[in-house]
């Protein structure tokens, strides 16, 4: 049973570009969550989505940032026009379509940003 | 407030040690979970444990959680150069308008474990 797939595993951007990450979930999960995680820092949560619904994107700066989580295919996290501001390790987790929880994520390796 | 800080930010000790870090919060919770971060990778889910729990065992690990003091903590057991990681506490929020999904994270200890 392969785990949270994420990719590409590293991403280099010049400022004014577009990055897009992308997550497959773990086999059987129908919950998303994007993680963003600054150098010597805990991660932060962003946004959780289920298939076709964002659920709570509070954690999402409101510009430039979005998600989506199609009916098929893997969840895309796009940053418009990126700035240095933006370099960090994304993570994304998923976990079972049980919503009264715990909600016990699992974790993929990562996509990390570098904008130059 | 920032949930989740875990005390100490870096521990150092010889194989065969055992390895005690901490994690504080701020407000109520439903799970608290421990997560392992190998340096530049993805982050392993450990353990989690129940706010009704003060007590939970897997391997070499043992984790307990007081409530009353809003702090849990990770202790490894017979450790090994393996461990060597960042572990991070997660806690979610216990509270309306705040779904438990809603990890929160502290900086986590760094553990270097020395052969």
């Known amino acids: 049973n392969a785990g949270v797939m994420q990719n590409p595993r590293h991403l280099v951007r010049r400022r004014g570009q577009e990055a897009r990450l992308r997550c497959s979930p773990m086999?059987?999960?129908?919950?998303v969550y994007w993680y963003r995680q600054l150098p010597e820092e805990g991660l932060k949560f962003m946004v959780y989505?289920?298939?076709?619904?964002?659920?709570?994107e509070s954690g999402m700066p409101k510009e430039r940032f979005s998600a989506e989580f199609p009916k098929e295919g893997p969840s895309i996290l796009r940053i418009q026009q990126v700035v240095r501001g933006d370099s960090a390790a994304y993570f994304c987790?998923?976990?079972?379509?049980?919503?009264?929880?715990?909600?016990?994520?699992?974790f993929g390796p990562g996509t990390r940003l570098t904008v130059t | 407030s920032q949930q989740g800080e875990e005390d100490p930010q870096a521990l150092s000790i010889q194989e065969g040690e055992n390895a005690t870090m901490n994690c504080s919060y701020k407000?109520?919770?439903?799970?608290l979970q421990w997560y392992r971060q190998n340096s530049g990778r993805g982050l392993v889910h450990l353990i989690l444990?129940?706010?009704?729990?003060r007590e939970k065992h897997s391997g070499r690990l043992r984790v307990t959680l007081d409530t009353s003091k809003k702090s849990s903590s990770l202790l490894i057991t017979a450790s090994r150069a393996a461990d060597t990681a960042s572990y991070f506490c997660?806690?979610?929020?216990?509270?309306?308008?705040?779904?438990?999904?809603?990890?929160?994270f502290g900086k986590g200890t760094k553990l270097s474990v020395i052969p």
């Open positions: 987790a998923s976990s079972p379509p049980d919503d009264t929880g715990p909600y016990e994520q699992y």
């Open positions: 086999k059987g999960h129908s919950h």
């Open positions: 989505l289920q298939k076709e619904n964002i659920i709570d």
């Open positions: 407000t109520s919770i439903n799970n």
């Open positions: 444990i129940r706010s009704n729990e």
């Open positions: 997660a806690t979610d929020a216990a509270y309306s308008g705040a779904g438990s999904y809603q990890l929160t």
